[in-house]
Structures are given as structure tokens and as C-alpha cells.
Nanobody, 123 residues
């Protein structure tokens, strides 16, 4: 069993930056692939970024490539999402996920989700 808690969301202006954190408890991140998803009101949850358990493999949705960076620190049971050049279209609740797998073109989420953290980008 893994519990995930996101933090770091907030209100930022167009072009600004935020760093989201995902803290895991119950067990370590070692051996777990992880990813970030987001969901805007009235919209489907969408994939944002993936990172392998070792941190050596990453993959991003086209909409965030070049702007977002996913990372992890297994010793601290933490995963991160650095978000730069934020746009109003990035406004959503962001969720951390663990335990899924990467198909080569898509990350299939596992059963572990955080509660989400709100990111709002003003125009």
C-alpha cells in the first residue's frame, strides 16, 4: 500500500513557474514507475508526464514538452514536476500516480493516486 500527497500548487501569472511535489508513504518509490496527470473542470483526466522508477526514463505529453520537467528522489520518497512558462491552459488539478507502466507511447496509471493539488494560471 502506498499513500501519495501532492503539494506546491497555487496561483501564478501567465509565464510563471511552479514546482509540484508528491510525497509517498507506506513504502518507498523504488520499483514504481510514476506519472503526473491533470484534470480541468468538466474535462477528462489527461496524462502530463512519466518517469521510470530509476529516473532514467521520462516522457511528456506534447502540450508540456520543453516547459515541464519530471524528476524523483527515491531516497526521500518524492517525485516532482517543475513547471515553467505556464499558460492559462495548464490550469487544472494535478495528480501524482504510481504503480503503472509505460507502453512506449502512453503511461497506464496504477492504482495509487494522490488527492490532487490545484494549479491556476491567470491570463
Amino acid at each position: 500500500q502506498v499513500q501519495l500527497v501532492e503539494s506546491g500548487g497555487g496561483l501564478v501569472q501567465d509565464g510563471g513557474s511552479l514546482r509540484l511535489s508528491c510525497a509517498a508513504s507506506g513504502r518507498t518509490f523504488v520499483g514504481y514507475d510514476a506519472g503526473w496527470f491533470r484534470q480541468a473542470p468538466g474535462k477528462e483526466r489527461e496524462f502530463v508526464a512519466f518517469i521510470s522508477w530509476s529516473g532514467s526514463g521520462v516522457y511528456y505529453a506534447d502540450s508540456v514538452k520543453g516547459r515541464f520537467t519530471i524528476s524523483r528522489d527515491n531516497a526521500k520518497n518524492m517525485a516532482y514536476l517543475q513547471m515553467n512558462s505556464l499558460k492559462p491552459e495548464d490550469t487544472a488539478v494535478y495528480y501524482c500516480n504510481a504503480g503503472g507502466y509505460f507502453t512506449g507511447s502512453d503511461y497506464k496509471p496504477g492504482g495509487y493516486w494522490g488527492q490532487g493539488t490545484q494549479v491556476t494560471v491567470s491570463s
